[in-house]
């Protein structure tokens, strides 16, 4: 079993990935009791939003042509409109969204610059692959949300992302330079466990670490196979 809670949090073990063509049944696990107060959790994710806006503006930047800026500069659109649409959330429960969001800059800015990598490439994966992990973790705790914010937010985080152009321009690039898969593969699996670091963080813990364990791993379990299923759409090795 993966170990969520314990106090060394750098030595969280990685479940196996799934193999290629393997599946899993969906489950529906409630996470209620594991969920953070509301203002915590939206502001979490308003400014891991946030985050994914910078990164992706960046990666327009650096783009190499005027289309692929264009496409990425859209995604870098769909992600701050996630983000002030998060925000919006956070007023309309009555809390200032600086407030909300300020705890939580200096950990996720630290990861941003992480997940940026050493290369176009890098950062392009890396911003697909952690948004993708976080995106399907907070839509899971957002399933114990209370009331109508409950349907309001796991439907937006589970908006279409706009990162189509990421996996044309990573395989693209894989095309004309294939020896680029094995490095990205690794960059790719190097990723999960500093994401899911950040996942962790947002978990209310119960105090019963058996229980809250045995509850979180079939969401981590799904999570990762969908994580296994975006490094095949990029020719990767998970």
């Known amino acids: 079993m993966v170990s969520w809670f314990g106090r060394r949090a750098k030595r969280l073990e990685i479940p196996r990935l799934t193999g290629r063509g393997e599946s899993l049944p969906t489950m529906k696990v409630d996470l209620g ?4 107060p509301l203002p915590q959790f939206l502001g979490q994710a308003a400014y891991m939003e946030l985050g994914v806006f910078e990164s992706l503006a960046q990666a327009a930047t650096a783009a190499p042509t005027v289309t692929v800026k264009g496409q990425l500069s859209r995604s870098a659109g769909l992600a701050l409109a996630k983000h002030e649409a998060l925000v919006g959330e ?4 009555g809390s200032d969204p600086a407030e909300a969001m300020a705890p939580f800059a200096a950990e996720l800015d630290a990861f941003r610059r992480m997940r940026a990598g050493a290369t176009w490439p890098e950062s392009l994966i890396g911003c697909y692959l952690t948004t993708g992990l976080l995106d399907d973790f907070f839509a899971a705790l957002a399933v ?18 706009g990162f189509a152009v990421v996996v044309t321009e990573v395989t693209r690039a894989i095309a004309v330079d294939p020896k680029l898969a094995s490095s990205l593969a690794l960059w790719g699996r190097r990723l999960v466990g500093d994401t899911l670091l950040v996942a962790r963080s947002a978990l209310h813990v119960s105090g019963d670490l058996s229980r809250d364990e045995s509850r979180i791993e079939p969401v981590f379990t799904e999570i990762i196979a969908a994580h296994t299923r975006r490094m095949d759409e990029l020719g990767l090795t998970a």
């Open 33 to 36: 009791e594991l969920v953070p």
């Open 90 to 93: 956070l007023r309309r429960h």
């Open 144 to 161: 114990g949300l209370p009331g109508d914010t409950r349907s309001r937010v796991v439907k937006l985080i589970e908006q279409d992302a």
